[in-house]
């Protein structure tokens, strides 16, 4: 990408307010939830034999982020609903503390609207891997089979220095909202390993699009701050999570520079029923990156009685 095209999106962060009129203009549908206005997308893939999927995604990328895995799925017969998590992509940026307790009560809201009896498979990136762990152990009994792709969540993980920053009292937040806009863009394909310059460019400008509104910036502080970096109850929802046995794959990647894959260790002590696949090669989001080697690993599972 140009350099003054980057810029231009840069200084685009956080210019516009999220109005009715705005998401008038988006493609997708919205639902007004206790927890907040979400966005979401269903597709039905016509076989009713099979259980419904609610893809989470994570920390900052909306939830085109799950574009190639969510297409497959429609093709296999799965009913498909994906969803932007409260303070990214279109939904409501909320005036709260952004914890996995609220994420959790904001899925179980979408599932009780569009999943009739509330029986589904939950698939979890990054932080929505947290997501899903808090979900599972708040509202036992509706995850039927859990796919973590990459997830967060361990208290194993070493934050690095720049996230770390984000916590120092009252500094931590200003100086995480004036390196946040430019930081997040220029780092947005760090993990695209296997992608061609046209394919990260326009990733680029998908995610600034969604940052252009207000309120994205403290949702991004606080969910860092309150989830990600909240490792000691995210592992507490993990093993209450793993109580219930739940089939589970765990797919990570060896190339991560987000969530490095050293956590997996820990997790599989945690998940000790879990299926754990490594991709060679692999970076954090290789669910955009290579859609089509996550999906073939992540069917058969689906498939198992």
Not at 23 to 47: C, I, M, Q, V, W
Not at 113 to 126: H, Q
Request: glycine fraction near 6%.
């Amino acid at each position: 990408m140009k350099e003054k095209e980057f810029n231009k999106l840069v200084k685009q962060v956080e210019t516009k307010k999220l109005t009715k009129k705005e998401r008038a203009k988006a493609p997708g549908e919205f639902l007004d939830l206790n927890s907040g206005f979400t966005h979401y997308e269903r597709k039905e893939g016509g076989d009713p034999s099979k259980l419904p999927v609610v893809l989470v995604h994570g920390y900052s990328t909306p939830y085109f982020l799950y574009d190639h895995i969510f297409e497959a799925l429609v093709k296999e017969g799965y009913t498909v609903i994906r969803y932007d998590l409260l303070g990214r992509g279109l939904s409501e940026r909320v005036k709260a503390k952004y914890t996995p307790e609220l994420f959790a009560n904001q899925l179980k809201e979408l599932i009780d609207w569009l999943v009739p009896d509330g029986r589904c498979i939950l698939f979890g990136t990054s932080m929505g891997g947290s997501i899903v762990a808090a979900f599972c152990a708040m509202y036992p009994g509706l995850a039927q089979k859990i796919v973590f792709y990459a997830p967060a969540g361990m208290d194993n993980f070493k934050p690095p220095v720049y996230m770390k920053l984000a916590t120092i009292p009252v500094l931590g937040k200003r100086i995480f909202k004036l390196a946040m806009p430019k930081s997040t863009l220029a780092r947005a394909t760090d993990e695209l390993l296997h992608q061609d310059d046209a394919v990260k460019d326009q990733f680029v400008r998908d995610l600034a699009y969604t940052m252009q509104y207000k309120g994205y910036l403290d949702g991004t502080w606080s969910s860092l701050v309150h989830t990600i970096l909240n490792t000691k109850e995210d592992t507490k929802y993990y093993k209450k999570m793993a109580k219930q046995h739940i089939p589970t794959l765990v797919i990570w990647g060896t190339e991560d520079k987000t969530m490095p894959i050293y956590q997996i260790d820990r997790m599989a002590k945690v998940l000790k029923d879990a299926e754990f696949v490594i991709f060679e090669g692999s970076g954090h989001i290789f669910l955009y990156d290579e859609g089509e080697r996550a999906i073939a690993h992540t069917l058969p599972f689906l498939k198992e009685e």
